[in-house]
């Protein structure tokens, strides 16, 4: 094993992570002119099985290649690089998201979880400081946060997107790293500014907080990726003249990506109570879990018209905790699998 690279032993045999960030990693590998299938043989990870997106893999042979990377680059800053190409590759569920979100703050509430769309790496948590927020970096294992090259990743995917969010961008005031200050700190002052510090208990970024209240660029997803169904028209069916029903779907598709829409959240984001809602739902012949259910099985179909979303990626938008929910509740609403709707 390298110098410095992490204790197999340590890490939990049935930690896992997807093919994406592997894909990713090999992607730069391969920019870098270094024989990918070499060093994925060498990490024990078969090619072959890369290009199913839910298989996955066992973690320690995902970290096990990154440390192969960077020592056969001999480039310190590998975390980095990999970390923009995971931002620009991220940029289509950010895009989404940013459909549903008002403000920088709606998008924290908001923020993808690193183990639904990697796995069992670790987890980005926001924290107050004073007049700063704090964007800490918590691998699952604490020792990879001693590493360069997973923090380093973590935080350039994260100020990447920061950057790209708002109408103003947020910019990184402070930021924070686990690992000995490197004697070339160039590429990090270029990413993060030059208010770094080494050697602290976590990998952080810091932004003032007032960029909470940063209004998210309107994007323009009205229209489906053929032209041909304006994602505005799945609910064509309603009564337009309906306002309660229209203003409950949408607001549904607003909090979905949390994971918990429940019918007390709704009714107090139409101003009504509960009781009210379910009477009015009930007059319509109808409830709140079918509504539920019929966003979500219209959105679904929605988003796997557009290719650049991963399956992972829209079981995250729809609300589900993995994959494998969202595949066996697409079957019932359509008799077949998500891969296989896409695929005909």
């Given at each position: 094993?390298?110098?410095?690279?992490?204790?197999?032993?340590?890490?939990?045999?049935?930690?896992?992570?997807?093919?994406?960030?592997?894909?990713?990693?090999?992607?730069?590998?391969?920019?870098?002119?270094?024989?990918?299938?070499?060093?994925?043989?060498?990490?024990?990870?078969?090619?072959?099985?890369?290009?199913?997106?839910?298989?996955?893999?066992?973690?320690?042979?995902?970290?096990?290649?990154?440390?192969?990377?960077?020592?056969?680059?001999?480039?310190?800053?590998?975390?980095?690089?990999?970390?923009?190409?995971?931002?620009?590759?991220?940029?289509?569920?950010?895009?989404?998201?940013?459909?549903?979100?008002?403000?920088?703050?709606?998008?924290?509430?908001?923020?993808?979880?690193?183990?639904?769309?990697?796995?069992?790496?670790?987890?980005?948590?926001?924290?107050?400081?004073?007049?700063?927020?704090?964007?800490?970096?918590?691998?699952?294992?604490?020792?990879?946060?001693?590493?360069?090259?997973?923090?380093?990743?973590?935080?350039?995917?994260?100020?990447?997107?920061?950057?790209?969010?708002?109408?103003?961008?947020?910019?990184?005031?402070?930021?924070?790293f686990t690992y000995a200050?490197?004697?070339?700190?160039?590429?990090?002052?270029?990413?993060?500014?030059?208010?770094?510090?080494?050697?602290?208990a976590y990998s952080s970024?810091?932004?003032?907080?007032?960029?909470?209240?940063?209004?998210?660029?309107?994007?323009?997803?009205?229209?489906?990726?053929?032209?041909?169904?304006?994602?505005?028209?799945?609910?064509?069916?309603?009564?337009?003249?309906?306002?309660?029903?229209?203003?409950?779907?949408?607001?549904?598709?607003?909090?979905?990506?949390?994971?918990?829409?429940?019918?007390?959240?709704?009714?107090?984001?139409?101003?009504?109570?509960?009781?009210?809602?379910?009477?009015?739902?009930?007059?319509?012949?109808?409830?709140?879990?079918?509504?539920?259910?019929?966003?979500?099985?219209?959105?679904?179909?929605?988003?796997?018209?557009?290719?650049?979303?991963?399956?992972?990626?829209?079981?995250?938008?729809?609300?589900?905790?993995?994959?494998?929910?969202?595949?066996?509740?697409?079957?019932?609403?359509?008799?077949?699998?998500?891969?296989?709707?896409?695929?005909?």
């Amino acid at each position: 094993m390298a110098s410095g690279a992490i204790t197999e032993q340590l890490i939990d045999p049935n930690w896992t992570v997807f093919a994406a960030p592997i894909n990713t990693l090999l992607q730069v590998i391969d920019q870098q002119g270094l024989d990918g299938q070499a060093l994925l043989a060498s990490a024990g990870l078969d090619a072959t099985e890369l290009t199913i997106p839910d298989r996955r893999f066992p973690v320690n042979s995902y970290y096990r290649l990154f440390q192969l990377a960077a020592d056969a680059t001999n480039n310190p800053d590998i975390g980095l690089i990999v970390g923009r190409i995971t931002y620009l590759k991220g940029l289509n569920i950010q895009l989404y998201l940013a459909t549903v979100c008002r403000s920088f703050k709606d998008y924290l509430n908001l923020m993808p979880s690193q183990y639904k769309l990697r796995g069992d790496i670790g987890q980005i948590t926001t924290y107050r400081e004073g007049d700063l927020i704090e964007l800490r970096w918590e691998p699952l294992m604490p020792e990879t946060g001693r590493k360069r090259f997973i923090s380093d990743e973590m935080l350039s995917a994260s100020a990447g997107i920061f950057n790209s969010l708002c109408v103003r961008p947020v910019q990184v005031v402070r930021a924070h790293f686990t690992y000995a200050q490197p004697t070339d700190v160039s590429y990090l002052e270029d990413i993060f500014g030059r208010n770094l510090s080494f050697g602290q208990a976590y990998s952080s970024l810091f932004f003032d907080r007032e960029a909470l209240g940063f209004p998210m660029i309107k994007q323009e997803y009205q229209e489906g990726p053929d032209q041909e169904r304006p994602f505005r028209d799945f609910f064509e069916g309603d009564d337009p003249a309906d306002q309660l029903l229209a203003n409950l779907k949408q607001s549904i598709l607003q909090y979905l990506p949390e994971g918990e829409v429940t019918i007390d959240k709704l009714a107090s984001k139409l101003n009504i109570s509960r009781r009210t809602l379910q009477r009015r739902l009930s007059d319509r012949d109808t409830n709140f879990l079918n509504i539920l259910q019929e966003v979500r099985s219209k959105v679904a179909l929605r988003y796997l018209s557009d290719s650049r979303l991963g399956i992972t990626e829209i079981a995250f938008l729809l609300g589900y905790g993995d994959q494998g929910s969202f595949s066996s509740a697409f079957k019932s609403w359509h008799g077949v699998s998500p891969r296989d709707y896409r695929r005909k």
